[in-house]
């Protein structure tokens, strides 16, 4: 199995940055997708951010130009660079691992989260 810690959560203004880190262990070899998904108080969880084992990145409409993810495959790391933030980005930031193989989000592994808050 692969365990996920997120790191790098926070309280930031209104227009500042936060990198969060999400650091994979045990059979990181079977990862493939890393995602970034973000849940809010009263809110669904929200996806943020993709990123293939080869490279290729997706975002959210709501996040695009702003936050970047990034994979560091020799640490079995992924990033998530947040730039120019605001306060409805303010949520728990989860970090999910998508193995080969997968059949479905029920093969996903979960970080247990990281608080960001972004004041006015």
């Known amino acids: 199995q692969v365990q996920l810690v997120e790191s790098g959560g926070g309280l930031v203004q209104a227009g500042g940055s936060l990198r969060l880190s999400c650091a994979a262990s045990?059979?990181?070899?079977?990862?493939?997708?890393m995602r970034w998904f973000r849940q809010a108080p009263g809110k669904e969880r929200e996806w943020v951010a993709s990123i293939s084992s080869g490279g290729p990145t997706n975002y959210a409409d709501s996040v695009k130009g702003r936050f970047t993810i990034s994979r560091d495959n020799a640490k079995n790391t992924v990033y998530l660079q947040m730039n120019k933030l605001k306060p409805e980005d303010t949520s728990v930031y989860y970090c999910n691992a998508r193995p080969y193989g997968s059949l479905g989000p029920g093969d996903d592994y979960w970080g247990q989260g990281t608080q960001v808050t972004v004041s006015s």
């Open positions: 045990g059979r990181t070899f079977s990862v493939s997708a």
